[in-house]
C-alpha cells in the first residue's frame, strides 16, 4: 500500500515538466519529501519483480545476454552469417548501448572461445594500472567513484583482437547496428529504467560537478524518473562508436576519444596518459583447463583468478566423496562439502594469483594431486574455521571497508562457441561518463589489494600477488566458463557478482554436470557464497530452500547469513552433444534475454 501510494506520488511529482537544469534539485525534494515517511530511492523505484528464466532452443544458433536489445545484435550478426566471435562482439557492443551500467568500452574482460578442432583460447583485455601509480598510491585515494580509480581501459583492443583474429564480417557491420539505436534511440524496459534510476536517484550523484556529465548522458530529458517505454537517445556515444567502427582501435587508443580521456583525467585528477593508452595490449592467453569426468572445463586464465578457483573447487570435489543420491534441492551435506571446496579454493587464491607478468604462479594450483591434498583436510560432519587454514598468510585485526559486470553465451551453426564475462567493476563504474564521448570508465583499480599487508577477518586481501604495481593487471573474480565433451561445446556459463562469480559458476557446474539437473533448474534456483573470509556461509534466502537445512549447518558449527539479494546473473547455453541442440537460458535475477536463430 505504502508502496503504491508513493510511488503515484512520485509519478505526480514528474509529471510536471521541469527543464533539464531542475534535474538535480528535483531529485534533493524527491528525497527530503519521501524521508519523514521513511522510504529510499528503493521504494520509489521498485526492482522488476521476478520472472521466470527465459529459455530457447535451437540448432542454427544461440545468444543469450542480459538484455533484449544485445541478444537480438547477436542473433542477427549469426543470421546473416558472422560467426559466433562476430556475434560476441557485436553483443560486447550493443551492452555497451543497452545495459550501460556493465555494458562496457570504458572497462575490460575475458573472452573465452571454442572452435572445431582448435585449442581453446581466452582473449584477454583486463584494464592496466597507469604507469605513473606507485605501491604508495592507495594511501592517498580514498574514494571509489573517482577517475584516479579507472585502469587503462581493455575493452575496444580485446573486441578487435577477437575480431581479427577469428571474425568473419566486417568489423563496422558488426557495431552498425549498436550506432543507430543510440543515434536514433533505444526503447528502454523496466530493467534499464531501474538501473538508471537507482544511479540517478543517489545524492551525491545529484549534488557533484564531476557526475554532471553522467546525469546529462544518462538524466531522462524531461527530468522524471525513466518508465519502461521511453526512449533513450545517446548522440555522443553514436559519434565514439562511428569513430571505433571507421576508424579501428585507434580511434580510442591514439585518436580523439584518447583526447577526450586524457583531458578528463586533468580535470578530475586522475593518472591515465595519452602514452598509457597507446601502450595498452590485448593479448590471446592459453585458458586454464582440467579434466571432469568425462569433460573437460576451460576457464579465464590469470590475471582471472575465476578459471584457477572455479577448476580447484571442482577437483576437490572430484576427490570427495560427493553426495548425488538426494532429490532435495541443496542437502546439507552438499551445502557443506561445496562450502568446504569454496573456502580452501578461495586462500588458495589470495595466497598465489595476480597479474603472471608480475607475479609467478605455482602450476600445481590446478592439478589433482593438490585437489586431493585439499580435499583430505575437509572433515565430512563440521565447518574448518577460516583461520585454520591461513597457513602462512598473517592475518590482522581491524575495520573492514566495503567498496558491474555482465557475462553472455553465443554458439553459432558451425560450434563455435563464446563464453564472455566484461566489466566496469562496480555498477556504472566510477560513474565518470568521460565528457563528449558517451561512456563510462571503470573503477577497476579497486581490484588491485588495496591494503599491502593487511589480510583480516572481514574480507579485506592484503596479500603480495595482486598488489599495485605500473602497468600491472588487477585480479579478478570473472569466470567466463566452458566445458567441452568430445572436444565439443556442452555448457557455456558466466556471471557478474566480485567474488560471488566463481561461486556462482561452480553451484551451477555441480547441478549441471554431477546433479544431472537441467540447466534452466540449475539457474533458477538459489546459490550460495563463502570467500574465506568473512568466514560466513550467504545464501539466497528467497525460496526458503536452505530454511530447512539451516540448523544442520549451524549445528557443523557455520555462521550463516541468509540474504535478500540475489547473487549474479548467469547466461548460459547447454548443448545435447547428440542432436546438436543448443538450449539457452537467462537468468531471472537481472533483464536476460535468450534467442535462437530460427
Ligand atoms: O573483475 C572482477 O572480478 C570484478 N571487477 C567484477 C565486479 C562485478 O562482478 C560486480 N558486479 N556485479
Redesign the pocket.
Known amino acids: 500500500m505504502k508502496n503504491i501510494r508513493m510511488s503515484s506520488y512520485y509519478e505526480m511529482l514528474y509529471t510536471i515538466p521541469l527543464r533539464r537544469a531542475m534535474i538535480p534539485l528535483s531529485i534533493v525534494w524527491l528525497t527530503l519529501l519521501t524521508a519523514p515517511f521513511g522510504l529510499n530511492a528503493q521504494e520509489v523505484n521498485p526492482r522488476p519483480p521476478r520472472e521466470p528464466v527465459k529459455v530457447a532452443e535451437g540448432k542454427h544458433g544461440m545468444v543469450v545476454t542480459d538484455t533484449p536489445f544485445a541478444s537480438q545484435v547477436g542473433r542477427d550478426i549469426l543470421a546473416k552469417g558472422g560467426n559466433a566471435v562476430d556475434a560476441a562482439v557485436g553483443v560486447s557492443i550493443a551492452l555497451q548501448v543497452s545495459w550501460p551500467e556493465?555494458g562496457n568500452i570504458g572497462g575490460g574482460g575475458f573472452m573465452m572461445i571454442s572452435r572445431p578442432d582448435e585449442e581453446v583460447v581466452c582473449v584477454s583485455y583486463?584494464e592496466k594500472a597507469p604507469a605513473a601509480v606507485n605501491e604508495h598510491s592507495f594511501d592517498k585515494w580514498k574514494e571509489h567513484y573517482h577517475v584516479y580509480m579507472a585502469g587503462v581501459p581493455g575493452t575496444v583492443r580485446g573486441l578487435a583482437l577477437a575480431h581479427e583474429k577469428y571474425g568473419k564480417l566486417p568489423w563496422k557491420e558488426i557495431i552498425e547496428p549498436s550506432i543507430v539505436a543510440s543515434r536514433d534511440g533505444l526503447e528502454v524496459d523496466a530493467y534499464l529504467a531501474y538501473s538508471l534510476n537507482s544511479v540517478l536517484l543517489q545524492g551525491f550523484i545529484q549534488k557533484e560537478d564531476r557526475f554532471a556529465e553522467l546525469r546529462r548522458v544518462y538524466g531522462h530529458p524531461e527530468g522524471r524518473p525513466w518508465r519502461a517505454g521511453d526512449r533513450l537517445v545517446q548522440s555522443d556515444l553514436a559519434v565514439s562508436l562511428t569513430l571505433i567502427a571507421e576508424e579501428g582501435p585507434s580511434a580510442f587508443y591514439e585518436g580523439p576519444i584518447a583526447d577526450k580521456i586524457a583531458d578528463e583525467m586533468q580535470r578530475g585528477g586522475g593518472l591515465m596518459t595519452k602514452q598509457d593508452l597507446k601502450d595498452y595490449t590485448a593479448k590471446v592467453q592459453t585458458p586454464i583447463k582440467g579434466e571432469f569426468g568425462p569433460y573437460t572445463i576451460y576457464g579465464a586464465a590469470p590475471p582471472?583468478?575465476?578459471g584457477t578457483t572455479v577448476l580447484m573447487q571442482m577437483q576437490i570435489l572430484e576427490a570427495l566423496d560427493f553426495p548425488t543420491g538426494q532429490k532435495d534441492y541443496w542437502t546439507a551435506d552438499q551445502v557443506h562439502l561445496m562450502t568446504e571446496a569454496m573456502r580452501r579454493s578461495f586462500r588458495e587464491r589470495a595466497a598465489w594469483l595476480g597479474d603472471p607478468d608480475f607475479v609467478s604462479i605455482p602450476e600445481h594450483l590446478i592439478t589433482k594431486e593438490h585437489a586431493k591434498k585439499l580435499a583430505a583436510t575437509i572433515d565430512p560432519t563440521k565447518a574448518t574455521p577460516s583461520t585454520e587454514i591461513a597457513g602462512d598468510i598473517e592475518l590482522t585485526e581491524g575495520p573492514y571497508e566495503s567498496p558491474?559486470?555482465t557475462h553472455f553465451s553465443v554458439i553459432d551453426k558451425d560450434g563455435i562457441a563464446v563464453s564472455s564475462t566484461y566489466?566496469l567493476?562496480?555498477?556504472f563504474g566510477c560513474r565518470i561518463v568521460v565528457k563528449g564521448t558517451g561512456f563510462l570508465l571503470n573503477n577497476?583499480m579497486?581490484?588491485f589489494n588495496w591494503y599491502p599487508g593487511y589480510t583480516n577477518h572481514e574480507g579485506k586481501i592484503g596479500t603480495k600477488a595482486n598488489r599495485l604495481a605500473p602497468g600491472k593487471r588487477?585480479?579478478?573474480?570473472?569466470s567466463p566458463t566452458m566445458v567441452l565433451q568430445d572436444g565439443k561445446p556442452k555448457l557455456l556459463i558466466g556471471?557478474?557478482?566480485?567474488?560471488?562469480?566463481i561461486n556462482t559458476v561452480s553451484n551451477i557446474l555441480v547441478q549441471t554436470l554431477v546433479l544431472n539437473r537441467p540447466l534452466e533448474e540449475a539457474i533458477d534456483g538459489p546459490r550460495f557464497h563463502h570467500q574465506w573470509f568473512p568466514d560466513v556461509l550467504r545464501y539466497e534466502a528467497s525460496d526458503g530452500v536452505f530454511a530447512k537445512i539451516e540448523d544442520d549447518l549451524k549445528a557443523r558449527g557455520y555462521t550463516i547469513q541468509p540474504w535478500s539479494g540475489r547473487q549474479?546473473c548467469a547466461q548460459g547455453i547447454i548443448v545435447d552433444t547428440e542432436t546438436g541442440v543448443a538450449k539457452g537460458v537467462g537468468d531471472w535475477r537481472r533483464g536476460s534475454s535468450a534467442l535462437a536463430v530460427e
Not at 474 to 478: D, I, N
Not at 495 to 501: E, F, K
Open positions: 556493465a583486463r582471472s583468478s575465476g558491474q559486470t566489466t567493476e562496480e555498477t577497476e579497486g581490484d588487477m585480479l579478478s573474480s570473472m556471471s557478474p557478482g566480485g567474488r560471488t562469480i549474479g
